[in-house]
């Protein structure tokens, strides 16, 4: 069977201002879209971002960001991961757009493959490990509650 999920955002205000997000030990910028509908990756830019949440390795990332909602199309080559990191404040999904790894969500050990989603809600931590030996891509949209 074929599962197809779609996601929409829209901004707040019709010209998106670039924004910079501080993690640990890094910066990086996040450039949004000109049309609030649809988010255009050729426009925004790739970031490597060493360690991110503590993790290993680095995330290959594209970020579009509009304040409450951040959208993150990613990858994680062979045995990088996203640091353990819990959500206050907001909530997180994750679909697994190619490839397999882990997720450990509050301490329980998940396999994840292509196709599948994740949800970690208000409160809970998780994180994303890639133990195989090729990539694995991720769309994430974090939303603020």
């Not at 970020?63 to 997180?92: F, K, M, N, Q, W």
């Not at 999904?93 to 490839?99: E, F, K, L, P, R």
């Amino acid at each position: 069977s074929v599962s197809l999920l779609t996601f929409a955002t829209a901004c707040c205000h019709s010209d998106c201002p670039q924004n910079t997000i501080t993690d640990t030990n890094t910066t990086f910028s996040i450039i949004a879209s000109q049309q609030p509908s649809m988010i255009n990756w050729d426009t925004i830019a790739v970031q490597h971002i060493k360690n991110f949440k503590g993790g290993e390795k680095e995330l290959i990332a594209q970020i579009y960001d509009d304040g409450p909602t951040r959208i993150l199309y990613g990858t994680l080559p062979s045995g990088a991961s996203v640091g353990t990191h819990t959500h206050t404040g907001s909530c997180e999904v994750v679909m697994v757009t190619n490839g397999k790894g882990l997720i450990i969500y509050d301490g329980d050990t998940i396999n994840v493959q292509a196709g599948q989603v994740h949800y970690c809600g208000e409160g809970h931590s998780h994180s994303i490990i890639n133990n195989s030996d090729t990539d694995i891509s991720v769309m994430n949209v974090i939303t603020t509650l």
